[in-house]
């Protein structure tokens, strides 16, 4: 996986004494609860109104996920919310022009699959990754198709993966392909209440049944 790869999929101090003092709350957590409560702060991070709060609730998530894997280093979920938090906090943070904190980052998605070859939400960070660059930069829609296909496969309420599959299939030039994946998308965000992805879903789906057959 080339740097450059993971800067497009990207395009994702000291300790606060109110960190701290989670940090003290979560000592006899075990690794995959620790993993869980740092995804929880990565998608409030998602969520947030404005770059402070992003970065903080990132910065929390990370610190969890580090104990996570020190916890168990074999837990692959930690190391995927290391990769997650990470990523986004140096977008945040405007440190992802760093290569040595790329490289690092990096590893952690590659240790995700290393671990668990079917985790969905890595399969799915990779398949974005390789959607996202020109093959002249190693980005390749073939390998995003097969990335983000298994994500789907494996995760019957997947929306992020539905959508972004039926994008690298229009952009293969397969758009009737990407017609079921969003309608069931759809269906996905209005049970789940994900307003933002039912739109979006919504959109590209008039989008592609536009296209001449």
């Known amino acids: 996986m080339t740097m450059a790869l993971f800067v497009a999929f990207l395009a994702s101090a000291a300790t606060a004494p ?62 995927f919310a290391c990769f997650a938090n990470g990523g986004r906090l140096m977008l945040v943070e405007g440190a992802s022009a760093n290569p040595f904190n790329l490289l690092t980052v990096n590893r952690e998605l590659d240790r995700v699959l290393a671990l668990n ?22 980005g390749s829609l073939e390998k995003a198709a097969e990335y983000l296909g298994r994500a789907v496969a494996l995760d019957p309420d997947a929306l992020g993966s539905r959508i972004e599959l039926a994008e690298t299939y229009r952009d293969m030039g397969h758009p009737e392909r990407g017609v079921p994946l969003l309608q069931q998308a759809m269906q996905v965000a209005e049970r789940k209440g994900k307003q933002r992805q039912l739109d979006e879903a919504r959109q590209l789906l008039s989008q592609l049944q536009a296209v001449p057959k």
Not at 25 to 35: D, M, V, Y
Not at 39 to 57: F, P, Q
Not at 117 to 138: E, K, S
């Open 117 to 138: 070859p079917n985790h969905v939400d890595g399969l799915a960070a990779r398949g974005g990754m390789y959607r996202q660059l020109p093959w002249m930069l190693g």
């Open 18 to 79: 109110a960190q701290q003092l989670a940090y003290a709350r979560t000592g006899t957590e075990s690794a995959q609860s620790l993993a869980e409560r740092s995804l929880e702060c990565l998608h409030r991070g998602e969520d947030a109104v404005n770059k402070e709060e992003r970065a903080a609730a990132y910065r929390e998530g990370l610190a969890l996920a580090k104990r996570a894997v020190e916890a168990d280093d074999t837990n692959a979920d930690a190391h």
